[in-house]
């Protein structure tokens, strides 16, 4: 069984920069993917950026792309979202999600998911 924690949410000023950190425990293999999705008030769950566990190849949201950074660290079984240049649309819980098989972009690919973390980017 695979178990996800999120950590580093909080309040930020536009412009400024949070480091999200989800914790992994369980075993995931080499073709696992885990992603950032987020969701805002009255909104569906939009996915944000991912990783494969293996080889590290990343993707990302358009929206989020040269703004966000995913990493892993294999040895810590970690995976961190790194944002900059954050805007007041970024707020949102944002949730880290895990799947087998490769990397996908709706919420319904994956199996696992932890609890989320609050970002509020004020202007």
């Known amino acids: 069984q695979v178990q996800l924690v999120e950590s580093g949410g909080g309040r930020v000023q536009a412009g400024g920069s949070l480091t999200l950190s989800c914790a992994i425990s369980?075993?995931?293999?080499?073709?696992?993917?885990v992603a950032w999705f987020r969701q805002a008030p009255g909104e569906g769950r939009d996915f944000v950026a991912a990783v494969i566990w293996g080889v590290g190849s990343s993707y990302y949201a358009t929206s989020v792309k040269g703004r966000f950074t995913i990493s892993r660290d294999n040895s810590k079984n970690t995976v961190d979202l790194h944002m900059s240049m954050l805007k007041p649309e970024d707020t949102a819980i944002y949730s880290c999600?895990?799947?087998?098989?490769?990397?996908?972009?709706?919420?319904?690919?994956?199996?696992?998911w932890g609890q989320g973390t609050q970002v509020t980017v004020s202007s």
């Open positions: 369980g075993r995931i293999s080499s073709s696992y993917a």
């Open positions: 999600a895990a799947k087998d098989y490769g990397v996908g972009t709706m919420p319904g690919e994956y199996q696992y």
